[in-house]
Every structure is written in structure tokens, then in C-alpha cells.
């Protein structure tokens, strides 16, 4: 199905995700409505201010607007703050995209909305220690406060709207030319420190939003709805991650690896919390890339791929 024509309100828009798939809704021939709660001169001149927290506005722009769908990119996503403000991140999580759907239930458009592996991996799940991914349909048991909240929304938007109408996309360990993200991070600690500690006891996979902005868009061509995983395929811990980027990058870091308890975050993280990807590449008919090809089209657009294949 063309999305040529078609109107597509994006919140968050001034995110990582947000910011790379706003030129790809132009490319697709859309009329894109970029919102943000940033201030619009934070955000860039495109983008106009939406607080999906505020009820009301997100009426007034659903009825005055009527997308065809909205793209639900923005989140609370300071996992460790979110322990403490958890009212907030409830409210942006939770609420917001209830507030979304309710918004559509009534105009008759569809709600694309960004989960996360985040509702997956709290508490002792048996499926961690056998390291099968997790699928769209497997129990849900979310990982700290943002699990809780990012779960809640999924639930919310999934109950608020006929099933037609919702799409859920659950993904995991975004990084982006948009950033901040740990690819970020370790190419800027590769140049301070000497040593670089990274956490190897927690595993997943590192996805880029471009290819996710990419895959957001085929499913709206495809006319998705219900629950998807997209995410890169990989079964790999940060400390690997971390070396593969190093590796890369031409970058000559001393990595130890580290546990979980002893970097001792605020917030808990799921210890296994990759993705089956299989429904989403049944759909699409073509695989998910590999995690490495991943980093290897991130350092490549930020101009600085040293390793060539
Ligand atoms: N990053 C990851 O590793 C990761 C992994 C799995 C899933 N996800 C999910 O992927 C989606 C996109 O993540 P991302 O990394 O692009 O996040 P991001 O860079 O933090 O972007 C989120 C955007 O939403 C905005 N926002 C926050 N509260 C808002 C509100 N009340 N109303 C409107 N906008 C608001 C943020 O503005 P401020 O910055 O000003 O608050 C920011 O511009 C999210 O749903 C996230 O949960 C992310």
C-alpha cells in the first residue's frame, strides 16, 4: 500500500528515531507533521511543539489533523532517572500513548507506537538462562520502572484501539547519527581513557535507527498491525559490542569487561533481552541485517569506517 499523500503526525520527532525518519517519510511521498516537546528552536524549524502529556493538545491536533497514522517516537528513555521520576516516565510511556489511541479511536487513524526489549528480562525469567529471543508473543515481564512504563503503554494502546489499528514495535539498543548512544559513548571514552570497563553480563542486540527507520515504513506500506520485534540480529553482550566498534573504527582501546553488579546503575537491566525477529522478516521477506553490518553503516555515514570488508 503507497503512503504517498497519506498524513503522518510524528511525536518525538526530534529524537534519535524521530530525526532519522523524517527524511524517509519525504522520500515515501507523505504529508509529514513533525511534533516534539522540545521548544520549536531545540528542535529545528521543522518540527512543531506536542506534548503528548497534554491531553488536550494531543485532541486538538488528532481532530484538526486527522493522520492517517501516528508515528509514536517519543519516550521517557532515562532508564535510571525514571526509577526515581517515575510519575513522569509513567505519564510519557503509559498515558502517552493511551492518550494517542484514544485521540484516533475517534478521527478512524492508526497508531504506530515504539516499544522496547525492556518488557522483557526483569525478575528470573527461565527463558534468559536457555537465551531464546524473545517473541512477540512471550510472557511479558518487564525490567525496572521504564519496562513497567514502556509495557503499560503497549497494553494501553493495544486495548484502546481495534486491532486493525494498533501497531507495536518493540526494539532494542538503538544507536543513531542522532544519538547520545553507547556507540557514541565508546568512541568518545576511546579518546579519553586509556582502559575502557564494559559490562558483559547483559546481552542483546545493537539495532541502528536508520535501518529501523527504514522497516518502520514498509510496515506502514504493508498495512501492519498487532505486535512486531525489529531489531538487528545479534546475541551479543555491550563488552563485545564495544570491541566490534573499536574494531571498526580503527581504534586502539584496552576493553575489561565488567559485571552488572559492579557498575551498579539506579535501574536493573535485563540480563537477556534479545529479539526474534522472525515474524517481522516473514512479513518484509527479507532478513534483519546483522549487528555488524549495523555498526558498520553507522561508522560509514559518520565518515569515520576504518575496517572495510
Ligand atoms: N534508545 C534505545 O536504545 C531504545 C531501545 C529500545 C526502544 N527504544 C524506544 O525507541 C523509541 C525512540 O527512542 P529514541 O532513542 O529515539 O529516544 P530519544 O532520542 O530520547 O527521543 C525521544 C524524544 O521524545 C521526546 N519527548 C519526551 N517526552 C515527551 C513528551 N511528553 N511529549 C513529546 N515528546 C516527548 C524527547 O524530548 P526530550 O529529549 O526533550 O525529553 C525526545 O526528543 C522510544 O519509544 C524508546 O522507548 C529506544
Not at 126 to 144: I, Q, T, V
Not at 182 to 196: G, N, P, S
Not at 279 to 287: A, D, F, Q
Request: include cysteine; charged fraction near 25%; charge should be negative.
Amino acid at each position: 500500500m503507497t503512503l504517498r499523500g497519506k498524513t503522518i503526525l510524528v511525536t518525538g520527532a526530534a529524537g534519535m528515531l524521530g530525526r532519522d525518519l523524517a527524511p524517509l517519510l519525504e522520500d515515501a511521498g507523505t504529508r509529514p507533521l513533525l511534533t516534539d516537546n522540545r521548544t520549536p528552536g531545540d528542535a529545528g524549524p521543522s518540527i512543531s511543539r506536542l506534548d503528548i502529556t497534554d491531553q488536550e493538545a494531543v485532541k486538538d491536533i488528532v481532530q484538526h489533523e486527522r493522520p492517517d497514522w501516528i508515528v509514536n517516537c517519543a519516550a521517557y528513555t532515562n532508564v535510571d532517572q525514571a526509577e526515581t521520576d517515575y510519575q513522569t516516565a509513567f505519564q510519557v510511556n503509559a498515558f502517552g500513548p493511551a492518550r494517542l489511541a484514544a485521540a484516533l479511536r475517534e478521527s478512524g487513524g492508526k497508531l504506530l507506537h515504539i516499544s522496547s526489549d525492556y518488557v522483557f528480562g526483569g525478575g528470573r525469567q527461565p527463558d534468559a538462562a536457555s537465551r531464546n529471543p524473545w517473541c512477540e508473543d512471550s510472557p511479558l515481564l518487564p525490567c525496572g520502572i521504564y519496562g513497567h512504563s514502556k509495557c503499560f503503554g503497549d497494553q494501553l494502546a493495544l486495548g484502546t484501539l481495534a486491532p486493525h489499528a494498533a501497531l507495536i514495535v518493540r526494539t532494542s539498543w538503538l544507536h543513531g547519527r542522532y544519538g547520545p548512544n553507547f556507540l557514541d559513548t565508546m568512541l568518545r571514552l576511546a579518546k579519553e581513557q586509556k582502559e575502557i570497563r564494559v559490562v558483559d553480563d547483559q546481552i542483546g542486540s545493537p539495532t541502528w535507527t536508520r535501518w529501523l527507520a527504514e522497516t518502520l515504513i514498509k510496515l506502514m506500506q504493508h498495512d501492519a498491525s498487532g505486535v512486531y520485534h525489529a531489531a538487528s540480529r545479534g546475541d551479543v553482550s555491550w563488552f563485545m559490542y564495544a570491541g566490534e566498534i573499536f574494531r571498526q573504527a580503527g581504534l586502539a582501546a584496552e576493553l575489561k569487561p565488567w559485571s552488572s553488579a559492579e557498575l551498579n546503575r539506579p535501574a536493573p537491566r535485563p540480563p537477556y533481552s534479545t529479539l526474534a525477529v522472525k515474524k517481522l522478516e516473514r512479513l518484509l521477506g527479507t532478513p534483519c541485517p546483522d549487528w555488524k553490518d549495523d555498526i558498520r553503516g553507522h561508522l560509514e555515514e559518520l565518515g569515520i569506517l576504518k575496517e572495510k570488508q
